[in-house]
């Protein structure tokens, strides 16, 4: 009598929550494969993956190339738009397609497109542009739902949230999720250069990867108004690349005032001289980080947000999604995962502590992030 009880309870709780379960289920296998090179990965070997289908994107007079991802179940399904972040793959990288595929099992409809000046290093405001045209596209395909999600990753998220705010979509983008993001290019520009970090009472320092500001300088160039200024500066970044520094230093010597001002603030590591030396640079220059800066569109966002963060990126300061979570006003649109260790490289024998913050709290977290990505997109699907 009592196993019957027993089996008839758990019978009656499996009902109850059979969604919550396959939700718990499927962001576990995500985050399992989050966290494991493609050809390890486990969703694939337990669900069938989605259809693939290349397709393009008009934006500008021009077609993007991208992929959409369907699941295989019928019916409408919640349109997510992934966008990559600073890679010369693009869609094409491993982890991502990986990414792609197990969002389709989960149910969404996902489109990937290429956003070129992730690609080449040469980030604009049109790449936001054609996020939003993307984000239209796959709106109008055949299974999408009336409403749907963007999902940027890094540098990527910038031009999410800018195409997020748009008045052409906003009412139409229902969840916005960042990986990594950022809320304003300079302070990614401080820490890039000097390695520091400040906001809200965390403070620290990462030692900087001094080849990130030379790529980056190298392919953006054509924000300085003076050719000759763009030619010598090219050739100094060449020689630094060749740890050729006296050279180059010696030849800085012959730039403009523009080029000067720029090469300046590239090889400054202090990080008091930062704002003098920033305030400095060419009028272009500081238009862009402006103009690629979420910050100055978040108020016109109106859908939920899941953020999430490692804290020890070298690419952009955890901060920078703190300050992402502190622009919206709503608290209850807003869910913060902050992920200690998630990009720390493991120690060999790791540290009781080590291990408990990567696997049970940053873990935990991730976890709760894709969960509630799976449920705002299932939530979204039923009322569709």
Request: charged letters at 25%; a positive charge; glycine letters at 8%.
């Amino acid at each position: 009598m009592k196993k019957a009880l027993f089996l008839s309870l758990l019978i009656l709780i499996g009902f109850l929550y059979s969604a919550q379960i396959r939700r718990g289920c499927l962001s576990l296998l995500i985050l399992i494969d989050s966290v494991r090179p493609p050809e390890k990965a486990v969703m694939g070997k337990l669900i069938d993956g989605p259809m693939r289908t290349k397709v393009t994107v008009p934006s500008r007079g021009r077609a993007i190339h991208a992929d959409l991802y369907r699941p295989a179940k019928k019916g409408k399904q919640f349109p997510l738009l992934l966008v990559h972040g600073v890679n010369p793959t693009g869609k094409d990288d491993g982890q991502l397609v990986l990414l792609a595929n197990n969002l389709a099992r989960a149910g969404f409809l996902v489109l990937v497109p290429d956003i070129e000046g992730m690609k080449t290093l040469h980030i604009r405001i049109s790449d936001a542009e054609d996020v939003l045209q993307s984000f239209l596209y796959l709106r109008t395909t055949e299974h999408a739902g009336p409403r749907g999600g963007m999902l940027g990753i890094s540098y990527g998220a910038g031009p999410v949230l800018l195409a997020a705010a748009d008045s052409r979509v906003r009412d139409k983008v229902a969840m916005v999720a960042t990986f990594g993001g950022y809320y304003d290019l300079r302070n990614v520009l401080l820490f890039m250069l000097t390695g520091a970090y400040e906001y809200g009472g965390n403070r620290g320092y990462i030692r900087p990867d001094t080849s990130l500001r030379w790529m980056f300088a190298y392919r953006n160039l054509d924000l300085l108004r003076s050719g000759a200024d763009r030619e010598k500066l090219k050739k100094i970044i060449e020689k630094r690349n060749q740890y050729e520094v006296a050279a180059a230093d010696m030849l800085a010597k012959s730039l403009g005032p523009e080029g000067r001002a720029l090469y300046d603030f590239l090889v400054n590591t202090d990080q008091d001289r930062f704002t003098p030396l920033y305030e400095k640079l060419p009028l272009p220059v500081r238009e862009q980080v402006y103009q690629l800066s979420p910050a100055r569109a978040m108020r016109y966002i109106s859908a939920s947000f899941i953020i999430a963060h490692g804290t020890d990126d070298y690419s952009a300061p955890f901060t920078e999604s703190k300050r992402l979570a502190d622009a919206v006003s709503d608290k209850g649109r807003v869910h913060l995962a902050l992920l200690p260790q998630f990009l720390h490289i493991e120690p060999i024998e790791p540290s009781a502590t080590d291990w408990f913050k990567r696997y049970v709290l940053g873990g935990w977290r991730l976890f709760a992030a894709i969960y509630e990505l799976l449920e705002k997109g299932s939530m979204e699907g039923q009322g569709s």
